[in-house]
């Protein structure tokens, strides 16, 4: 075992768990909607903007960082760690200063502002540590991603003894986290040998990346895994409950299963990933697409079987994001390596823009079909994303993926 090769799986895995910590804080406002709902009387339109203002707050984030190349013109461990440090301080502000709807939306769309100077940043630090392992080491990093989204069900699951746990006790306890990931990435993290020169400023990058065909379609294939993606991470926790408490299940149990799936896509993304370094990008993503664009379909019949369902959305939850870094790791690899870390901030800006349409449309669709026909919708997601990998996978420059491995 060599030391450059220690150094560079300490580095990944230091990313991985800074990133795990700081995302913890993007649904802890959301993992505890029913507590907020009971004190504040919130409406199905406020459940659903307590996740959408932090996507808003992201994708702004992202397009400005785009824009001006920050993910490229300067230090990404030190904007990482200043990033995951200014979400802590927001996510803390809610419980802190006892702030009411209108302020918890306020600063929770500043978490999401500020988690884009902690997402983009990682997988290009990990990027500067991979080359014919990217696909690998990224998936390590969404799956880690995909763990801390989970860790505030968990939370909630296993806070107080009976009835609503304490929601002020989540959100301080994953504002904690994130400030623990601020102190590791500034003084722990730093970028590998396969980190390009700093480019000269260019605003045109960004649009750039969306007129090449190759780039284009990697994209296109992320957006149709998004269209699923945050509304089944946001809705299914609730979904579950929902289940559960019908069949006379206990709502802490249904909470665990709500952690459980989320966390299930830990596992896919580590797995997808190892496999898609030697199979090939278009290959994995394809099978993810399906997996869990057929869970799309099929878990509204399930609904008032809690075991049969639980099982169902843990295969969901393990599918529905395995997919993930492969497309960030396709971009990376299609793309002028001097601005990768634009091109991926470009990338996810536009999937968290479309997350907005369909974690609104959810509650509406559950209050007017029932919870057994709401996520049918996002299904078309999945048709999409495979039929524009599939267009990828036919073109020469495909090639450039997981050292030949389309």
């Not at 697409?289 to 019949?301: D, E, M, R, W, Y």
């Not at 599918?319 to 870094?325: E, F, G, I, P, Y």
């Amino acid at each position: 075992m060599t030391r450059k090769w220690t150094r560079k799986w300490l580095q990944v895995g230091l990313l991985a768990v800074a990133v795990l910590l700081a995302m913890t804080v993007w649904f802890s406002a959301s993992a505890v909607a029913p507590q907020l709902t009971r004190e504040w009387s919130l409406s199905d339109a406020e459940k659903s903007w307590l996740t959408m203002s932090v996507q808003i707050g992201f994708v702004l984030g992202a397009f400005l960082s785009a824009v001006f190349n920050l993910a490229d013109r300067f230090s990404a461990h030190r904007l990482f760690a200043a990033s995951a440090l200014v979400a802590a301080g927001a996510n803390a502000a809610i419980p802190l200063l006892s702030a009411g709807p209108g302020s918890a939306l306020a600063l929770r769309f500043l978490t999401g502002f500020a988690l884009a100077g902690v997402y983009p940043p990682g997988m290009k630090l990990v990027a500067s540590w991979c080359r014919e392992d990217r696909g690998f080491g990224i998936g390590l990093l969404v799956g880690a991603l995909t763990l801390g989204s989970g860790i505030p069900h968990l939370l909630n699951a296993t806070l107080g003894e009976t009835g609503m746990p304490p929601w002020r006790g989540v959100l301080l306890a994953t504002s904690l986290q994130a400030a623990v990931a601020a102190v590791l990435a500034l003084l722990l993290i730093r970028p590998g040998p396969f980190l390009g020169k700093a480019p000269p400023f260019d605003w045109r990058f960004a649009g750039r990346i969306l007129t090449d065909r190759p780039t284009r379609l990697a994209n296109f294939g992320y957006l149709g895994h998004m269209w699923e993606l945050y509304a089944m991470w946001a809705w299914v926790p609730i979904f579950l409950l929902e289940g559960y408490e019908g069949a006379g299940w206990s709502p802490r149990a249904a909470r665990l299963a709500g952690f459980g799936v989320l966390a299930a896509g830990t596992a896919g993304c580590v797995l997808a990933g190892r496999l898609a370094d030697r199979l090939g990008r278009t290959r994995i993503t394809l099978w993810s697409l399906i997996v869990s664009g057929a869970c799309c379909l099929l878990a509204g019949l399930f609904f008032r079987h809690p075991a049969a369902l639980t099982a169902l959305c843990l295969v969901w939850g393990f599918a529905v994001v395995a997919d993930s870094a492969q497309f960030s790791a396709a971009v990376s690899e299609l793309a002028d390596p001097r601005y990768v870390g634009t091109a991926l901030t470009i990338q996810t800006s536009l999937g968290f823009l479309l997350t907005l349409f369909t974690i609104r449309m959810i509650p509406p669709l559950a209050d007017r079909f029932g919870w057994e026909r709401a996520f049918l919708i996002l299904s078309l997601g999945p048709v999409f994303g495979a039929w524009s990998m599939l267009r990828l996978r036919r073109l020469p420059e495909a090639a450039r993926m997981a050292s030949g491995n389309r």
